[in-house]
Structures are given as C-alpha cells and as structure tokens.
C-alpha cells in the first residue's frame, strides 16, 4: 500500500534542562510509532531556527499583529508555520498548501488544518501584547475554505496572574 506524501512541521523550544550541558550529554531525534513492518522514506529533513521574517519587523513591530498570517512566505521550505502552533501536537499539524494554475503556477499559499479530531483544533498563535493599547479599536479579517457548514469563532485568551483565563470572543459566525 503506498501511502500519499505528507508534509509535517512542528515548532517547539528547548528548556533550561535540555539545553544544560551540566545534565545533558547528547540529544537524538526520534521518529517512531509506525506500525511493525512499515517501510519509511525520508524525503527531506530540515532543522533550523525561525529566519527573521517570523518576527516583527523591529522599525515597526506592531504594524503586523499575526506575522506572516498570509502563509506566503514561511521558513523550512515553505512547510514551517512559525509562529503559529497547533493546538494539540500529537494529532495533527498544520500544512502550507501551494494554489497552482493551470500551468502548474503557484499564485496562493494557504494553512490548512488536518487530522483534527475536535472542532476546537487549531492555529493559534502568541501575539505581541506590548502593541495592544486600551480604548484601541483593532481589526481582524480572514479568508477561510470550508468542506462543510459550521460555526466558528476567533477567540483571544489571557492568562491572568492567578492562573485562570480571560476569553474575548472577537470574531464570531452566529
């Protein structure tokens, strides 16, 4: 059974403790869990830390809130979705998916969220919270393909000092 090529990224950050060279003499990379007996081609394998265009530009770092929302022009190959995360790590991950003509032409990137197996599996992201100012009026506007109806919302979270969550529904599909 040949099984159709995927692309995955991940994004993640090293402790204190794994990067301690006191308690820790070596790292590996693991990819395992593929069923006994399964034949495993690695196509291509990249490490790297995010470039600079997955930050804010430092002469104007609150003109983009969501950096690179566009998916346009990502990191590792196009396939690195920095600074945008998955909800869940273990079940699915984000793509960069190419738009071509037909002349084989990209003309659009776009996110696309697979192997979600809860509706509130998503890209999130971390934004600059020096750049937001109270009394401010924001706007936000995205573009979404869907294969089926559903409801939606665009949810933005604090986490307070104590623990617990503020949540400000700012988008919302009745």
Not at 79 to 104: L, Q
Request: hydrophobic share 35%; glycine share 6%; with cysteine.
């Amino acid at each position: 059974m040949v099984v159709p090529l995927s692309f995955i990224s991940s994004v993640w950050t090293f402790s204190e403790l794994e990067t301690n060279v006191t308690s820790v003499i070596g790292h590996t990379i693991q990819m395992e869990r593929f069923p006994q007996g399964s034949k495993i081609s690695l196509d291509k394998f990249i490490f790297e830390l995010p470039s600079e265009k997955s930050y804010a530009p430092e002469e104007a770092v609150c003109d983009e809130l969501a950096i690179n929302g566009d998916a346009e022009d990502n990191d590792g190959g196009g396939y690195a979705y920095y600074p945008f995360y998955s909800t869940d790590w273990g079940k699915f991950n984000p793509v960069v998916v190419d738009e071509v003509d037909e002349n084989g032409v990209v003309f659009n990137k776009f996110y696309r969220n697979k192997y979600r197996y809860n509706r509130y599996h998503s890209m999130r992201f971390y934004p600059n919270t020096n750049c937001f100012v109270p009394g401010y009026v924001y706007t936000v506007s995205l573009r979404i393909r869907v294969d089926k109806p559903f409801d939606f919302y665009m949810n933005f979270r604090a986490r307070k000092p104590d623990g617990s969550w503020h949540s400000h529904y700012i988008l919302q599909d009745p």
